[in-house]
């Protein structure tokens, strides 16, 4: 077995075109503090964060190269505490009073997701994990006109009718077994 070290992911870099309205998006949505910036080969660099122990969890780098429409990664994804649609939907507020666009509401079993773009067209995931797995890729769509009491019934009748759902304890115990096998 050749097991790597722990690793996990801890911050992206994304190449921007108009640095201050990117910096001031994230820092809006996000609440995250510019922790550090300065200019490195001719490029000016953002460094962004939420977390005193994490120097950045985002860099923004200035030279985009790519015309807007072009995509440079399929999104990036910001996990909320457990089961908490109170602030998804903090979040589906806040993102639509800043200007965000494409905005969608997911359903996936075993997240509570919303989608958009930042003023670049770069594409944002903010979800919730809920109690429950449910084999992927499945979705439907999160009605936010619905209580949080309607959306987790709904969830766990609709997942119940795909014959994979299960405790997301239960999940993570097999995944854990299948990772120590390895």
Request: hydrophobic share 40%; proline share 5%; no cysteine.
């Amino acid at each position: 077995m050749n097991t790597p070290p722990p690793a996990q992911l801890t911050h992206l870099g994304l190449y921007v075109d108009d640095m201050d309205a990117m910096v001031g998006f994230y820092a809006e949505l996000m609440g995250m503090a510019v922790s550090d910036s300065g200019e490195f080969l001719g490029r000016r660099l953002t460094f962004l964060s939420r977390k005193a122990d994490e120097h950045h969890q985002l860099v923004l780098v200035t030279g985009r190269e790519a015309p807007r429409g072009t995509v440079l990664l399929s999104q990036l994804s910001f996990r909320l505490n457990d089961d908490d649609l109170g602030s998804l939907r903090w979040f589906h507020r806040r993102a639509l009073e800043l200007g965000a666009a494409g905005m969608e509401g997911r359903n996936h079993g075993n997240s509570w997701s919303i989608y958009f773009e930042d003023p670049e067209g770069n594409r944002l995931e903010l979800y919730t994990p809920t109690p429950w797995y449910v084999s992927q890729p499945w979705r439907v769509t999160l009605d936010f006109d619905r209580s949080d009491e309607e959306i987790r019934a709904e969830t766990e009748k609709l997942i119940g009718e795909t014959g994979t759902a299960k405790p997301v304890e239960v999940w993570q115990q097999e995944l854990a077994a299948r990772l120590a096998a390895q």
